[in-house]
């Protein structure tokens, strides 16, 4: 365990973009705080209600370009209070589930009453068929996420929201890890398959205006705290109406509501913390791959590193705190299934290339001493849950590029000239483009 007084870098928190320490945020919660006190004094039907939180669902509604949007305590709440009101009050309304589903959203599932379906993580087949083989007339919810928290998967919105039309069912999509992180303005990932339409500002027949109920948190990549549903207004006037874990819960406070609204605001003008944070992400990926440390694949910005096995997992999270200064938790059952232990590693604008370093040889030095299974390890044994697999041969090629294109970050033009100059050393692409363009600003910063 590492001194009291000792500093430790910190790579697992879920502040992605640290937003909890921006600037225009702090300003605005403390110029808030002064005015309006600690607390909001109420609830949002009684005291509790001000003009922070209504300036605050209006940014979030605009954010996803829905109709109306209801802030809650935590995106916790909001799920389970709105997915328990929708289903009981839905006269045999029927919730399939995606089987990797936060806890939030089966408990939600639970308190309805109603009648659950588990469909295969993210098998648009697999959902198809029990949709089929549900009445027509029936009332369904398809309850899924865009990004899955411990593996870093990606749901298939689009296919889910075809099936939707075809069936008859809502669609409730869970964009918390998503938020702030995805899209020309961070709505998520749902903004981001429509990447150039959203920034032209045109939503109107895209994937994220054919979503019904989007729900977020304002805790992770926002860097404050609360949940939120957006939708339409009919639907978020219901659950205000009904859903006791919004009615009987006092408010947020002014101060944090003010500060949120700030982040978001913040993030739809701004894309370069995300844009950084994916960089990030990039590089810590390759240079894990060079040195035969099993990342489980995905798109997105979660670094799930395999170890497979309790007890190894914990050694290797004390090791590094206690001989490296590094904080990384270690994810055992029931949070991931037995056999599948992990470290959850998420990289942020602030991990610069001395901390990427540090940690991956701090990996590296504990895989050996551990004896951990490496991917090498794992494929020479078949393979398991993406590592160690040939990507071609599982036909995860396309479902594991990132969603962040190289267009998209702005380095198509760098990484060619990159890759025209002689490949760089293993898991040192990434890291090149990250020298090349801290050139080019500091040499725009000093011509200025």
Not at 386 to 414: F, T
Request: glycine share 10%.
């Amino acid at each position: 365990m590492a001194d009291r007084e000792e500093r430790v870098t910190v790579w697992c928190a879920n502040d992605y973009l640290g937003m909890g320490r921006n600037r225009r945020v702090l300003d605005k919660m403390h110029e808030t705080l002064d005015e309006y006190g600690a607390g909001a004094g109420g609830t949002r039907n009684i005291s509790g209600h001000n003009r922070h939180a209504v300036e605050l669902e209006a940014t979030i509604a605009r954010l996803h370009a829905k109709e109306a949007a209801l802030v809650f305590s935590s995106c916790y709440v909001a799920n389970d209070a709105t997915l328990a009101t929708l289903g009981s009050k839905m006269p045999d309304c029927v919730i399939l589930s995606d089987s990797l589903n936060h806890a939030s959203m089966i408990q939600g599932i639970r308190h309805s009453g109603t009648r659950k379906v588990v469909f295969k993580h993210n098998d648009v087949a697999d959902l198809e068929a029990k949709l089929a083989s549900l009445p027509l007339h029936v009332p369904k919810i398809i309850a899924f996420e865009s990004v899955y928290s411990m593996c870093g998967s990606v749901g298939p919105i689009e296919a889910i929201c075809d099936l939707a039309d075809k069936y008859g069912a809502i669609t409730f999509l869970d964009e918390v890890h998503a938020v702030g992180m995805y899209g020309p303005h961070g709505a998520g990932v749902a903004e981001h398959l429509d990447f150039e339409a959203h920034r032209r500002g045109e939503p109107r027949g895209t994937i994220l205006d054919r979503v019904d109920i989007i729900t977020g948190t304002l805790g992770k990549a926002y860097g404050c705290v609360g949940g939120y549903i957006a939708g339409s207004s009919k639907l978020v006037d219901a659950v205000r109406s009904l859903a006791p874990g919004f009615i009987f819960t006092t408010s947020l406070p002014p101060a944090t509501m003010a500060g949120a609204r700030a982040a978001i605001e913040y993030q739809m003008e701004h894309d370069g913390d995300r844009r950084l944070q994916q960089l990030h992400t990039r590089a810590v990926k390759e240079a894990l791959a060079a040195r035969d440390i099993p990342v489980i694949p995905n798109p997105s910005h979660i670094v799930p590193i395999l170890v497979g096995d309790a007890e190894l997992a914990k050694q290797a999270s004390d090791m590094l705190l206690g001989d490296h200064r590094i904080y990384v938790q270690s994810i055992n059952y029931p949070t991931v299934p037995v056999g599948q232990e992990r470290l959850r590693v998420t990289p942020t604008p602030g991990h610069v290339a001395e901390f990427r370093a540090d940690l991956v040889e701090a990996l590296d030095s504990i895989w050996t001493e551990l004896g951990i299974k490496r991917t090498s390890d794992w494929a020479a044994q078949g393979g398991f849950i993406g590592v160690g697999e040939s990507a071609h041969e599982a036909g995860e090629d396309a479902k594991n590029a990132p969603l962040w294109n190289d267009a998209q970050l702005g380095i198509e033009q760098a990484a060619k000239e990159i890759l025209a100059a002689g490949e760089p050393p293993a898991g040192r692409f990434t890291e090149s483009l990250l020298e090349r363009e801290a050139v080019t600003l500091g040499r725009a910063a000093a011509a200025a």
